[in-house]
């Protein structure tokens, strides 16, 4: 058991709640950092914060201890805010001229999610 | 965070200081049971055997930055007397963490006062180690409460504490969420001390091999009985708060190496100067000085995170590993400076030197502490 494991299982538990990182942190007092941190196996919960956090998501403590199993960890996605930061780095190394030719790739992705492809 | 000391936790190292020159350091290479008890009695008259028990219980109610305060005095006079206090405050700490009012009400004053004892935190077992995953000693559920059967391994305090906390599991066994800590009395029916190890440093601690044989144990002495997950998370809990403690423990046994080398530093004359005088010699102290001050600081930073309700799991596993790291460095160094004197069996520099080196072991390995730093960065 990894503290990202436990991070994984009060993401799961978060979003089948429908509650957001800012709305849980709240309810738990602390900032939205620290949730983030939490879920991503970056701090180390202790039995205090989790019963509190067990008690909102209306898990069982025993839910975030046990180990996932194989199946259970959730495909790795990139971090959106860091493909971002990631994008702007790269345009900033562009041409003018470049980056009008990617706004037109991103005019002509939006019509395409827009359904009129 | 304020560095600068109170004036009662000033007031507390002078007395521990006092305490120490007095009743401890003197005896504390002798190393037999006779001097032990009246070591144990001296502190236990300063209420110092669990230095974090409330007041309500019994206790000095002091905060973990104070306590390490206390193990570092202790530790720089007999680092044997500072382990066994270490491990009782371990011990204790599931209950101050989570135990009902009456557990603490049963347990914790056994560990204060002039007649206060030890206690000792069962987790290690000969096969798996410390490893959550693989403890195999389990308390079957009967009627009034369970049946508890196991064998811990390299148990401080083994044959001496007044209670042990025990970690087991209570139902399938291999579930993280089935482990608990069991809070068993030492004159308990079924506890056998199966041996005692003569161990390389920390002398005076009893270390050794402790097997439960159907010991029986009520629900109320189960930490969190009925919370499935609740001992694996007491657990990490516990031993971030004992990881700083262990910086203290380091600090203490590195001073008193200091301490050492800077006297025969002193007094010992080469070419008609005292060697002290020597660069060589000189740089050596003062990276010595300067390592155990740095030391210092981690320790005191993780006990004040902790006292503080911050978030203290990485300070305390640097601190350990700066620390533990430390100790044996300056112990080297300070029996380099004393030359063949340092190699002596029987010698304070040559005993620190072998007490530093269990640093590294308890309460998780070094390589654990790296583990546990590198995940969270």
Known sequence: ?117 | MDLSLTREQQELIKSVQEMANRDIKPFALKGSSKYKEKMLLAMARMNLLCPTVPQEYGGLGLDLFSTALVVEELAAASPGMAAIVAATLHAAEPILLAGTEQQKSEFLPLLTGAHGGSAAFALTESAGGSDLNNIASYAEAVPDGYLLNGSKDYMINAGMARFISVVAAIDNRGKKSSLRIFLVPGSAAGIVTEEIYQTSGINLTSVGRVKFDDVHIMDQQVVKSREAGSGYLLLTQTFDVGRALVGALAVGIARAALEQALDFADNRLQSGTPIKKHQAVAFTLADMATDIEMARLMTWKACWLIDQGGDYSVASAMAKLASSSMAQRVTCSAADILGARGYLHGTLIEQLVRDARVLSTIEGTNHIQRLLISSQL
């Open chain 1, 1 to 117: 058991m990894s503290f990202r494991d436990i991070g994984i299982k009060i993401q799961s538990a978060r979003e089948e709640k429908g509650l957001s990182q800012e709305q849980l942190a709240r309810l738990i007092g602390c900032s939205q950092s620290a949730l983030s941190n939490y879920e991503k196996g970056k701090r180390r919960l202790y039995l205090s914060q989790l019963e509190k956090m067990a008690e909102i998501l209306d898990k069982p403590l025993e839910y975030f201890v046990e180990t996932l199993g194989h199946n259970q960890h959730p495909p790795v996605v990139p971090d959106r805010n860091q493909s971002f930061v990631e994008i702007m780095n790269q345009l900033n190394r562009l041409t003018d001229e470049d980056i009008s030719e990617v706004m037109n790739y991103v005019r002509y992705l939006e019509w395409k999610r827009s359904g009129r492809a």
